[in-house]
């Protein structure tokens, strides 16, 4: 059975480096990985995707080991604006099957 | 600008009512989900469609339904809405097919209430 792990929470200063894990256990062969923000009472929103190594967009980079069993979200210079929960999202290996994370609510302090 | 709607925010329906969540997308995107979010729980697959006139069950489908008539409309139908069905709804879309890439557009949620 697939199973995904995210810390639950975490809180960060203004102006900090956050890194996030999304442990991911069985993956899909050949699929990507991605992100998403959700503030209250919005759908989440698409950050980032990547299938291996590193990726970077003008909001965060994505890290993703060799053997793919996990990824970690980073997110530069957070600001309070970026307050929010982040789920990662893959498709599980055989059964094809969509699985988002556990989701990790970020608090960022001023 | 990308667009998912969905027909209400908030909804309040009764033990047993048939209860209709429309979702239309703008997109012209193949892939259509339904999740439903829980407290604790996070998001949670319901169904999924990667074509019109195709769904497939996704982890939780008991107790629902869906339909999928024409390409931008995928339909969300509880038959009998129970108490525990009460729920955040939310439908997203996504292009490519079924094996299509994960990015998904979300719509803003309905927030139904089964009382």
């Known amino acids: 059975l697939a199973k995904t792990t995210q810390p639950i929470s975490m809180d960060s200063y203004e102006g900090q480096e956050v890194n996030i894990t999304c442990s991911h256990n069985?993956?899909?062969?050949?699929?990507?990985i991605t992100w998403y923000q959700q503030f209250p009472s919005q759908g989440p929103r698409f950050i980032i995707q990547g299938y291996k190594t590193k990726v970077t967009n003008e909001v965060a980079s994505l890290f993703i080991p060799a053997d793919r069993k996990s990824s970690t979200l980073s997110l530069p210079r957070v600001s309070l604006s970026d307050t929010a929960v982040y789920y990662c999202?893959?498709?599980?290996?055989?059964?094809?099957?969509?699985?988002f994370g556990t989701g990790t609510r970020l608090t960022i302090i001023p | 600008d990308v667009k998912v709607t969905q027909s209400s925010r908030y909804l309040v329906k009764r033990t047993g009512e048939k209860v209709f969540l429309e979702c239309v997308q703008d997109m012209d995107h193949e892939n259509m989900f339904w999740y439903r979010q829980d407290p604790g729980l996070g998001l949670r697959l319901i169904y999924f469609s990667y074509d019109v006139k195709m769904k497939e069950k996704g982890d939780i489908p008991e107790g629902y339904s869906v339909s999928r008539e024409k390409k931008e409309r995928f339909s969300l139908i509880l038959e009998s809405a129970s108490t525990n069905q009460t729920s955040m709804y939310l439908c997203?879309?996504?292009?490519?097919?079924?094996?299509?890439?994960?990015?998904?557009?979300f719509g803003p949620g309905t927030r139904l209430t089964v009382t």
């Open positions: 997203a879309s996504s292009s490519g097919g079924v094996q299509g890439p994960l990015e998904q557009y």
């Open positions: 999202l893959y498709r599980g290996f055989g059964n094809e099957k969509l699985t």
């Open positions: 069985n993956i899909a062969t050949n699929d990507y």
